[in-house]
């Protein structure tokens, strides 16, 4: 998953790093709610030089994003050391996403809106010394493209007919149609060295990772000084960053460390600076440490039990509801997240723009719950406490991933209330990659799974028909007016004319409950006081690293 914050989120996300997770308002104490805002922010004017020790619980899988595994970390460290075009904002809670320069100076649309032009900064370098030209940007886009290549998120350029190289310092892209994600998926995707990579030829680029971090250059504003896989990454600052003033750290040191119990350990001794991921249960320790600071903000993924809508009774909303009514969905947020989470009730997050606000969740309800389901002929005709009929009982599994405490829990409190209204849902822990295969195959009844909010809105992935084969549609739900509507909101060029259709989907969707939505949650960073200038926010726990500073030691 490496591109922008609308790339692949989009895909089912495996780890405890986003169980817990993001917004605009926090829950008090600390600095919750402030995302973009560092908890020390007022501690003096920045200073240069020192290292920041930070804590993660998954490596890199290499340096070359079109070629190596999704990762969490690979994202937010290899956005340090390569340059988009330009810089996706963390404001698209508030409106449309808006970007700022990166690479790019400054860019413009044409009028009919299918030619975007950008102007490359002139004294942009690699750390070679070689400059970043317009051919890297078009050379780029071939790589991404190449289907020896074959970048999981190729689909994002699908609509870009050609890059054309104007000059040395502007690149301009041609679309084939005026469409909502344009700028997204122009800049999805870091841009690459082309007089260093493309020595290696497309068709042996995921034969020889290796190669890449042999041939490694950076233009952005740190280099990797050093990797030892498993253990730790060492990014340090790159002398031939275009801006002479950034970043202010010298080294920036990530341990590797995949037990969360030992980050969190080492966060509270001071071995490590900051961890994006802290557990509800270390929060209030967190807060009463003087050493240490809690940033939390709402995150920009849903957690949902998906039902599978093309194995029976699954198919029948009626039934999909009266299991939603049968699940205390308040209890399971009370007790795995305390006031760090919230019910769902719609795809996209309570704080975004969009968010129909005149949803309110489905109630818990078991005595309406048996009702439906009697009315869709369910009864204990055997009497042995689970309701059947056709002389097949109501019974299913629940899966979630192992690794993942969190919905592992959440899968025996579910089994535990549908139990009450006579449906027997037994849990099952599955190695997530076998688990994804198993909903890509539609051979899993029901599957608690995270379903990440694209920034642009596009529900493409996760609801639309066309996505069922793909494997994103985990609910593998199909609805004619839900894929009309899809296609017309991304179809305008301005988001914000989409607001009817966003509305009428979100409407929709909580008619026909194909997943259960459970809940949303806070991501939680703890950070010690010695670091500033830091700014966790819904797209990137290192957003803008190149502006942490340390205070000199005492």
């Known amino acids: 998953m490496a591109p922008s914050a609308h790339g692949r989120l989009a895909r089912l996300l495996p780890s405890t790093f986003l169980a817990a997770s993001l917004a605009l308002t926090g829950c008090g104490g600390g600095s919750e709610g402030k995302p973009g805002i560092a908890p020390n922010a007022g501690a003096g004017a920045p200073r240069r030089g020192g290292t920041v020790v930070l804590g993660w619980s998954a490596d890199i899988k290499g340096v070359n994003e079109l070629v190596m595994p999704s990762s969490l970390l690979g994202d937010e460290a290899l956005f340090r050391v390569f340059l988009h075009l330009v810089e996706e904002q963390p404001d698209f809670m508030l409106h449309p996403p808006t970007f700022a320069p990166q690479l790019a100076r400054s860019y413009e649309w044409s009028p009919d809106h299918k030619t975007l032009t950008f102007h490359l900064r002139e004294n942009a370098v690699w750390s070679d010394g070689v400059p970043v030209t317009a051919e890297d940007v078009r050379w780029t886009w071939q790589a991404e493209t190449d289907r020896a290549v074959a970048w999981d998120a190729a689909y994002s350029k699908q609509s870009i007919s050609d890059v054309e190289v104007v000059d040395p310092h502007t690149a301009r892209f041609h679309f084939t149609h005026a469409y909502a994600k344009q700028m997204l998926d122009a800049n999805e995707g870091v841009i690459l060295p082309k007089h260093l990579w493309s020595q290696l030829p497309f068709d042996q680029w995921r034969t020889h990772g290796d190669w890449f971090h042999q041939h490694l250059v950076a233009d952005g504003p740190f280099l990797i000084e050093s990797w030892k896989p498993q253990q730790e990454l060492v ?250 509507l899809i296609v017309s909101a991304m179809a305008r060029p301005n988001l914000l004319d989409s607001l009817p259709d966003l509305l009428r989907i979100q409407e929709i969707l909580h008619r026909d409950q194909p997943s259960t939505l459970l809940w949303e949650s806070q991501r939680l960073n703890g950070i010690n006081r010695r670091v500033h200038g830091a700014r966790p926010n819904p797209l990137f726990s290192l957003f803008h690293l190149e502006d942490w500073w340390v205070e000199p030691a005492r």
Request: cysteine-free; aromatic content about 8%; glycine content about 8%.
């Open 235 to 484: 990014l340090a600052r790159n002398p031939r960053y275009y801006d002479p003033t950034r970043p202010y750290l010298d080294r920036v040191v990530i341990r590797i460390v995949p037990d969360t119990g030992s980050l969190s350990a080492q966060l509270f001794s001071g071995a490590v600076d900051f961890i994006p991921q802290v557990s509800p249960t270390d929060a209030d320790r967190i807060k009463k440490d003087p050493r240490l600071d809690l940033i939390a903000y709402w995150y920009r993924l849903i957690v949902a039990l998906a039902w599978n809508n093309q194995r029976p009774p699954f198919d029948d909303p009626a039934v999909r509801r009266a299991l939603t009514m049968g699940i205390d969905r308040k209890a399971i947020v009370e007790t795995l997240m305390g006031p760090y989470g919230r019910i769902a009730t719609s795809p996209y997050v309570s704080d975004v723009w969009a968010h129909d606000r005149s949803i309110t969740p489905l109630p818990y309800d078991p005595a309406e719950a048996r009702r439906i389901l009697a009315g869709r002929g369910f009864a204990d005709h055997d009497g042995d406490g689970v309701l059947d009929r056709g002389g097949k009982p109501l019974a299913f599994e629940v899966t979630s991933n192992s690794g993942n405490r969190q919905r592992n829990d959440a899968a025996v409190m579910i089994q535990d209330q549908l139990k009450k209204i006579g449906v027997r849902a037994q849990p099952r822990v599955l190695e997530f990659n076998t688990m994804v295969a198993q909903i890509d195959a539609g051979s899993l009844d029901a599957t608690i799974v995270g379903m990440g909010m694209d920034t642009s809105l596009d529900l493409t992935g996760n609801f639309a028909s066309s996505s069922i084969k793909e494997g994103s549609n985990y609910a593998r739900y199909a609805n004619p007016e839900i894929d009309r």
